[in-house]
């Protein structure tokens, strides 16, 4: 028997692939009203967090500049929102850090050649917990974005 | 006959009025006509049983769970339980199932796969001091091979850290079919490549973009070196014809962006080796799941 | 006196109870009406999940083949309107798959047609309906035919070719004058946008987006005068750079945007009118 306990974490895994395996399934009694609800997409709904004056900054930037000289990042979140999470989640030196390297990356003209995860807008899905050098936030983000898609792909199918 | 018509033919004499007794005696006559084909006779435990059964058989588990329950309400019978929780399992509703399953532990002819069946939702539920507690507990696990729970705890281990699973110990616990994949599996998680975060961010700091090519991103490199290259292109250019401002704020912008490269091949890595094992621990979380924990299926038919 | 009274009685009890048996056990009075009586008033009561039960039990107790059609369509009926859709649809194929009647299989295949609208899957509903069309010739048949494609159109938020549809049933239809009200008031997107073109922020104050069309219009306006004085002064470099870079940048996001408010108008109107129409209109709807 192995000395450490199992982190279980691979059936959260299949628990999710139990559903998805058998299209609908009914699992409780329901009613009209609420008939049937799909847990891809409570799972998807994230809440923003408490954001400072940065946080202003971008709004203000959104407002007077952003909005009207089109759509130019292929990445969602977008690049200003990108520097305001990554600054709010990782400090203002990572942030700042992670925000060069996402602009490099966009400057990049083959970026859509390789394998990305796309949102349902089309854009690479590039969240700012895959950029802030904490390995199990990169993990967890990875598993959800992969899950996330398999239900994309599901709802797609049907 | 009746007894509300022997009751009037035998006891009721006298001065009732006649007519009176002609009505009731119809009345009488035809609400026993009408119990005998009244809907009860379909809610009988043993037809909620077949109906059951035939909802079972057809898949609609949550239904079949209702209708096992009520049959189980009326008089515990050991199969109905057993298919209640089943179906509770195949809902997704394990900790419920659970329940059900305990209830068939004690002198009964499903305890086997009654016990496996409840280490099968345990696992599901994803709470693995439990799953601990209960396979050490007799109760629990008597009866029940301890190889089965044995391999289930250590694949378990082998999905969150390969390399800590020692394979003299690993591969005995499985039998010759599934032993060949759990050793290709094995192989398979011994020779992944990962890349060091620690040398991509130096290969950057030696060579802008370098550490991003070494990492598999060889669009993302070439472009940091061309950003750098021209920065720096720029800021040299400047300061050279005197113009100091733009000079320093061009260098200023280089650094920046060189330190951000490093900073990103770093990361670059990591995402490289989150994705490999990603990649293994779904591929292995789907075989463990395709061959159902390695537990073995009720025998009987219609599970599956 | 007593004699005469129990032999009448004895004589209506045996005749009626006879007339009840020689039929089998009238519908009226079996087990199987009265769960059927059940089902069909959870049924109306919009008790879809019970109900979805009651006929499952009748399928599976009731010998006689005949009923079973209403029972399974009932069921599809169930779980459309709980959104389980795809099991809806497995219930009215099972109907189908029964022998019935060809106006009970059009009226089946309707349904299944409205859960596909539902679905979104408009090609499989496109086939389902050409299918259709091969089979009917005579008048009222073409017209619900119409009527369906028609919904089919509104559900694709085609406006223009619903109402043709539903022309075609009678000139002055309903349905069809709403659905011509509905196409007149979409914008034109290409026009919008050449709008934009032509006077930028022109467009979108068009479609209703002041001040995005008088921000637009000021950054257009001041950049360009920027490039213009750059090159009437020579600096061909900075000309090019604000011209490249800021001038070129916000005139294309100024056309991008005229073109995607019309579309986010045009889709607004659709919604709207369709959800107007799903709970306002009176005749059969999917």
Redesign the interface.
């Known amino acids: 028997m192995s000395k450490s306990l199992i982190p279980f974490f691979i059936s959260f895994i299949m628990l999710i692939s139990t559903f998805s395996l058998s299209a609908q399934p009914e699992t409780s009694r329901w009613s009209a009203e609420t008939g049937s609800e799909n847990p891809a997409k409570s799972a998807a709904s994230k809440s923003g967090g408490q954001r400072g004056i940065l946080s202003n900054i971008q709004k203000a930037y959104k407002l007077v500049w952003s909005d009207y000289d089109g759509d130019n990042c292929p990445f969602e979140p977008s690049c200003s929102f990108f520097l305001v999470e990554a600054v709010d989640k990782a400090g203002l030196i990572k942030g700042a850090l992670s925000f060069s390297d996402r602009f490099m990356r966009d400057l990049n003209p083959i970026k859509k050649a390789g394998v990305h995860t796309l949102s349902e807008k089309g854009k690479i899905l590039d969240p700012v917990n895959l950029r802030i050098n904490n390995s199990q936030e990169i993990f967890r983000t990875l598993i959800e974005s992969r899950t996330h898609f398999y239900f994309h792909q599901m709802e797609r199918q049907r | 006959m009746n007894p509300g018509l022997t009751f009037i033919f035998t006891k009721w004499k006298g001065s009732a009025d006649l007519a009176l007794r002609f009505w009731m005696l119809l009345l009488i006559s035809f609400s026993s006509y009408y119990a005998q084909i009244s809907a009860e006779d379909y809610f009988t435990p043993e037809n909620r049983l077949r109906f059951a059964d035939y909802l079972f058989a057809d898949k609609d588990y949550l239904r079949a769970f209702y209708e096992y329950k009520e049959v189980i309400s009326s008089g515990i019978n050991d199969t109905a339980v057993f298919n209640a929780a089943y179906s509770l399992y195949k809902i997704g509703r394990y900790s419920e199932a659970i329940g059900y399953y305990t209830g068939l532990f004690i002198n009964r002819e499903l305890d086997y796969q009654a016990k496996i069946e409840f280490f099968r939702n345990l696992y599901l539920l994803n709470l693995p001091e439990r799953f601990l507690y209960y396979s050490s507990q007799s109760l629990y696990s008597s009866g029940i091979e301890p190889y089965l729970l044995k391999r289930m705890i250590v694949y378990g281990d082998f999905t969150e850290r390969p390399s800590s699973v020692d394979s003299s110990e690993f591969f005995p616990l499985f039998e010759p079919p599934l032993a060949d994949s759990i050793r290709a599996l094995y192989s398979e998680s011994r020779s992944l490549t990962y890349k060091d975060p620690w040398r991509a961010a130096i290969y950057s700091a030696i060579l802008p973009g370098a550490g991003k090519i070494y990492t598999g991103e060889t669009g993302d490199g070439l472009t940091s070196l061309v950003v750098t290259g021209l920065l720096t292109y720029i800021a040299i250019d400047n300061l050279g014809a005197g113009h100091d401002f733009r000079g320093y704020l061009f260098g200023a912008l280089e650094a920046y962006f060189y330190a951000g490269n490093i900073y990103g091949s770093f990361n670059s890595a990591m995402i490289s080796n989150a994705s490999v094992r990603v990649s293994l621990k779904m591929k292995l979380g789907n075989f463990f799941r395709n061959n159902n924990f390695f537990l073995p299926l009720p025998e009987f038919p219609g599970y599956e | 006196?007593?004699k005469i009274?129990?032999a009448?009685?004895l004589l209506?009890?045996l005749l009626?109870?006879n007339i009840?048996a020689g039929e089998g056990?009238s519908p009226e009075?079996?087990?199987?009406k009265?769960?059927e009586n059940?089902a069909d008033s959870l049924f109306r009561n919009?008790?879809?999940?019970d109900a979805?039960?009651e006929y499952?039990?009748l399928l599976?107790?009731d010998p006689d083949k005949k009923n079973h059609v209403k029972y399974l369509v009932n069921i599809g009926d169930s779980y459309s309107?709980?959104?389980?859709?795809?099991?809806s649809l497995a219930y009215y194929n099972k109907a189908l798959d029964l022998q019935i009647e060809t106006s009970i299989e059009t009226d089946i295949s309707y349904r299944i047609y409205a859960v596909l609208l539902k679905?979104g899957d408009f090609t499989a509903a496109e086939n389902l309906i050409a299918d259709l069309e091969k089979k009917t010739v005579y008048g009222p048949a073409m017209d619900s035919l119409y009527y369906w494609r028609g919904w089919g159109n509104i559900y694709q938020y085609k406006w223009f070719e619903a109402a043709k549809e539903f022309n075609k049933i009678s000139p002055g239809h309903e349905l069809s004058r709403y659905c011509r009200g509905v196409n007149e008031s979409l914008l034109s997107v290409e026009l919008v946008k050449i709008m934009s073109f032509i006077i930028p922020g022109s467009g979108q104050i068009y479609s209703g987006n002041y001040f995005?069309g008088i921000?637009?219009f000021g950054?257009t306006a001041l950049w360009g005068y920027n490039m213009i004085d750059a090159f009437a002064e020579n600096r061909i470099f900075d000309g090019l750079v604000i011209g490249d870079l800021l001038f070129l940048?916000?005139y294309?996001?100024?056309i991008?945007?005229a073109g995607r408010f019309a579309e986010e108008k045009n889709l607004n109107i659709s919604e709207n009118a369709l959800l107007y129409l799903l709970s306002n209109y009176e005749g059969i709807k999917p």
């Open positions: 006196m007593n009274l129990v009448s009685y209506a009890h009626l109870t009840f056990g009075f079996t087990g199987l009265l769960i059940s919009a008790k879809y999940y979805v039960t499952k039990r599976f107790f309107f709980g959104k389980f859709y795809h099991k679905i995005s921000a637009s950054w940048r916000f294309r996001g100024n991008q945007n």
